[in-house]
């Protein structure tokens, strides 16, 4: 059973965290992702930074702009996912990339480095189904799960597209627009996590959006599989530049409080090796 | 080759959101393109509000120190000053075909968002601009004018603060209003359906060309050149002549020289990859990030290129060549002094590889030069320069 498939089958719901790779910088970017695992996080999303990211909202987009101006490259983002694998070994890891960063490396290296790296998914912004008659056998081949994106503008005939593909478990976008904190989450996710819930058995995550501790609840309690936190973190990272240990604990106390808003507790955490500083 | 496909090059390329949008618009397009109600109120703006046809003005002075037969294809004539509001009138009138009750755009030089905001007045749509902090200050007569028009302009001040980073703005945008906001994207760039509703709003340029040239000469011409930048006014202007026996040039920013980090000539000198939504040429590094660009025209420093000018350099159907700042510059001065004609930066481009090629035609030649805008726009920012009007 691969990493993603244990996690959900003993855990619901998860809940997973998402940082861009370099950012603030490429040697404190483990450090980064060390302290959100220690927090609770138990999916970890690590973004390949890229200069044109459209389909992010502006914090995270910055934490992009941060990443490539401290000189983080793909490799970096490969080194970072090893030392998580080497930190967890039982974590899942989905890599969270735009496609040229993928085509331009060439598709089976880029899969090859992925699963050598220990990463267990690829989760692809801007490659809607239409285009992904390439990735989808690379992807298989080196035995990564390409995380499949649907959105609330999705129609059903291309959700059934799209979850004919899919595998790992299905990232579903709560909101139109891009990523980023909002007040509130939409009244809808409820509907939308039953719509696609009617057309797989694959776990079911929900992002965009979620970002204080009452949304992580209200996705948990529309019943989602995974609830999945981005911005609200990216912007601890940013508001403590220059204070690693204020940032170390930011983001300690805010994953937990966002966890706290998962009921009931999930259980046990994932078996790890003894901490590391980093 | 498969829809939205300009042989490997194009595609949709986008965040999972944006899909429903695209394909509302192509379904949408693929529709008003043979409503004949929709083809009689856009030939009644181009003709009417616009001023289409636009000459193609047979140039005395330019021929003679030339040594062939030059024609311009009058775009700067246009209302708004270029080519761009062919393809904003029929997307605004396409918007409310569609029931969209907001435009956004994006802006590089200026004349876009310009095309749009005038587009918006005339069929009372609400319209929002994204422009690069750069070239806000670069184009702050264009700026004026937009606001001018009752646009509302709006900076962006992400990556390179350039026309990528206002398209960038304008998407993200678009993912979050697509149900009542339609994107007037304002080149052959972007996902499938843009490039194809783009050209086709665009050829009227070569349309009336071919006309033109066949009334005037008799025949074909030998060449017809445009500037490059995404490649609307070029693809308008060559679509027509693509089955003829006709030299196609398109002339790319060649900046501080295609052997510098500056310029902006993505077919000459990058290469494929994806970009905005399609598969085409760009200027990236080895990992697949995008790189800055330098011209001197505002209009042509982009990075990519729209994903047909790809298919079209692959096979071979149009050369692509790059001329200078400097080149560019001179044409630009050239052109004023012995036609009394001043031509966007970006046009010039196309004027200064006309003067470096003509001598290879002969005095019979014909050559047709793609005037794609006028440079009142840049009048600034060249007196600025070193040299000035000079």
């Given at each position: 059973m691969s990493r993603i498939d244990g996690l959900f089958a003993r855990k619901n719901p998860v809940f997973i965290g998402f940082t861009v790779a370099g950012d603030p910088g490429i040697e404190t970017s483990p450090g980064v992702a060390k302290t959100m695992i220690d927090a609770g996080v138990d999916l970890l999303e690590i973004a390949i930074p890229y200069s044109d990211p459209v389909a992010d909202g502006p914090v995270i987009e910055r934490a992009h702009a941060r990443a490539l101006r401290a000189g983080t490259t793909p490799d970096d983002v490969f080194a970072l996912v090893r030392q998580v694998r080497e930190y967890a070994p039982d974590l899942p890891v989905v890599l969270f990339t735009y496609y040229n960063i993928i085509y331009r490396r060439g598709l089976d290296r880029f899969f090859a480095e992925t699963a050598a790296a220990g990463a267990d998914g690829v989760l692809i912004v801007d490659l809607p189904v239409e285009e992904s008659g390439e990735v989808a056998p690379s992807a298989l081949r080196h035995g990564i799960d390409r995380i499949a994106l649907i959105a609330p503008t999705t129609s059903p005939e291309r959700q059934h597209a799209i979850l004919r593909e899919a595998s790992g478990f299905v990232y579903l976008i709560s909101l139109e627009g891009v990523t980023g904190e909002r007040d509130r989450l939409p009244l809808h996710v409820a509907g939308l996590v039953g719509a696609v819930r009617e057309k797989t058995d694959l776990p079911i995550a929900v992002g965009f959006g979620v970002s204080r501790p009452e949304h992580v609840g209200a996705v948990a309690a529309a019943g989602a599989n995974g609830v999945i936190v981005g911005s609200a973190l990216v912007r601890i990272v940013e508001e403590h530049l220059g204070d690693e240990a204020g940032m170390h604990e930011a983001l300690r106390t805010a994953i937990k409080a966002m966890r706290c808003g998962i009921v009931p507790d999930p259980g046990p955490d994932i078996p790890r090796r003894e901490r590391v500083e980093g | 080759m498969k829809a939205g496909r300009y042989g490997v090059y194009g595609g949709q390329y986008v965040p999972e959101t944006l899909m429903s949008a695209l394909i509302e618009l192509e379904e949408t397009y693929g529709r008003v393109s043979l409503d004949p109600e929709f083809s009689r109120r856009l030939g009644w703006y181009l003709h009417e509000y616009a001023g289409r046809e636009t000459p193609l003005t047979y140039c005395e002075n330019l021929s003679r120190d030339l040594g062939c037969r030059v024609y311009l294809k009058r775009e700067d004539l246009l209302h708004g000053g270029a080519h761009k509001l062919n393809n904003t009138l029929g997307q605004a009138l396409m918007a409310k075909f569609m029931g969209k009750r907001r435009l956004i755009a994006e802006t590089g030089a200026g004349q876009h968002g310009v095309a749009t905001a005038i587009a918006g007045a005339a069929l009372g749509l609400p319209v929002e601009v994204y422009m690069g902090e750069v070239d806000t200050r670069r184009q702050a007569l264009n700026v004026f004018r937009m606001e001018l028009?009752?646009?509302?302009?709006?900076?962006?001040?992400?990556?390179?603060?350039?026309?990528?980073?206002?398209?960038?703005?304008?998407?993200?945008?678009?993912?979050?209003?697509?149900?009542?906001?339609?994107?007037?994207?304002?080149?052959c760039v972007g996902p499938h359906p843009f490039p194809w509703i783009v050209r086709d709003f665009q050829s009227v340029i070569g349309e009336e060309a071919r006309r033109?040239?066949?009334?005037?000469?008799?025949?074909?011409?030998?060449?017809?050149?445009?500037?490059?930048?995404?490649?609307?006014?070029?693809?308008?202007?060559?679509?027509?002549?693509?089955?003829?026996?006709?030299?196609?040039?398109?002339?790319?920013?060649?900046?501080?020289?295609?052997?510098?980090?500056h310029h902006g000539a993505s077919l000459s000198g990058g290469s494929v990859g994806v970009f905005q939504g399609a598969l085409s040429y760009l200027l990236q590094d080895g990992d697949g990030q995008a790189l800055e660009t330098h011209s001197i025209a505002a209009g042509l420093d982009h990075p990519s290129v729209g994903p047909e000018h790809a298919m079209l350099k692959d096979s071979g159907r149009v050369r692509y060549e790059a001329v200078t700042d400097a080149e560019a510059l001179h044409a630009f001065r050239y052109l004023s002094r012995t036609e009394g004609i001043i031509p966007a930066l970006e046009s010039a481009h196309a004027v200064a590889y006309a003067l470096r090629a003509a001598g290879d035609l002969g005095e019979d030649g014909i050559l047709v030069i793609n005037l794609s805008g006028r440079g009142d726009k840049d009048v600034a920012e060249v007196a600025n320069l070193p040299g000035g009007a000079a």
């Open positions: - | 028009l009752g646009a509302r302009v709006i900076p962006v001040a992400s990556g390179t603060r350039t026309l990528k980073d206002a398209i960038n703005a304008a998407m993200r945008d678009w993912v979050a209003n697509s149900r009542d906001t339609h994107y007037l994207l304002g080149s033109q040239v066949l009334e005037r000469e008799g025949r074909l011409p030998d060449t017809v050149v445009a500037c490059v930048g995404g490649g609307s006014n070029a693809i308008g202007i060559f679509y027509p002549f693509v089955n003829d026996d006709v030299a196609l040039v398109g002339v790319e920013a060649g900046g501080e020289g295609l052997d510098t980090a």
